[in-house]
T-cell receptor, first 116, second 113 residues
Framework: DAMVIQNPRYQVTQFGKPVTLSCSQT?????MYWYQQKSSQAPKLLFHYYDKDFNNEADTPDNFQSRRPNTSFCFLDIRSPGLGDAAMYLCATSSLWGQGAWQPQHFGDGTRLSIL | AQSVTQLDSQVPVFEEAPVELRCNYSSSVSVYLFWYVQYPNQGLQLLLK??????LVKGINGFEAEFNKSQTSFHLRKPSVHISDTAEYFCAVTNTNAGKSTFGDGTTLTVKP
């Protein structure tokens, strides 16, 4: 089945130690999104790639970076994680239908990041 | 700019009872409307979508929603819930131009036996 896969499902890192979360997709969608979701809150968009074009949200901290080496993969890098960065990180993909309508986003199961 | 308000943070209901989860939105441009469900420690799964056409849309697991343009609402309904429907439900709007989604804060549906 076509899907969005996030690895690892659970990640523990130390305060200030860089960490990378990965996302891969077999849907061949041209848009990939990264969301941060804290407990009992809505997902918050950090940034997204439209093909190779990177689009950062205005309130995303500089501590968060992203890479998309090809259509299938996208990475979220947190350069110096703080305690406040502990959250679920969700990757999603989407694409434009032929009529110009946006498809619903397809989500991975997320990576839960803990900071020690 | 667009925003989504889910009017109930928690909805407890007994098994086999009907349920309605309320969602209002605002936007200065055309939007698409979605409902997603999230089970513990999982990602979001699409329940249903409204893009255009008929204002009553049917989704998976017996859910349906009605788009009301004049009231800017997109309420989710199910005539008879099951224990397995216990989950977090998110209403979302997507800007038709930019493809970016805004999510509501979620409604926790708890189905009791």
């Amino acid at each position: 089945d076509a899907m969005v896969i996030q690895n690892p499902r659970y990640q523990v890192t130390q305060f200030g130690k860089p960490v990378t979360l990965s996302c891969s997709q077999t849907l061949n969608h041209n848009v990939m999104y990264w969301y941060q979701q804290k407990s009992s809150q809505a997902p918050k968009l950090l940034f997204h790639y439209y093909d190779k074009d990177f689009n950062n949200e205005a309130d995303t901290p500089d501590n968060f970076q992203s890479r998309r080496p090809n259509t299938s993969f996208c990475f979220l890098d947190i350069r110096s994680p703080g305690l406040g960065d502990a959250a679920m990180y969700l990757c999603a993909t989407s694409s434009l239908w032929g009529q110009g309508a946006w498809q619903p986003q397809h989500f991975g199961d997320g990576t839960r990041l803990s900071i020690l | 700019a667009q925003s989504v308000t889910q009017l109930d943070s928690q909805v407890p209901v007994f098994e086999e009872a009907p349920v309605e989860l309320r969602c209002n939105y605002s936007s200065s441009v055309s939007v698409y409307l979605f409902w997603y469900v999230q089970y513990p420690n999982q990602g979001l799964q699409l329940l249903l979508k409204y893009l255009s056409g008929s204002t009553l849309v049917k989704g998976i697991n017996g859910f349906e929603a009605e788009f009301n343009k004049s009231q800017t609402s997109f309420h989710l309904r199910k005539p008879s819930v099951h224990i397995s429907d216990t989950a977090e439900y998110f209403c979302a709007v997507t800007n038709t131009n930019a493809g970016k989604s805004t999510f509501g804060d979620g409604t926790t549906l708890t189905v009791k036996p």
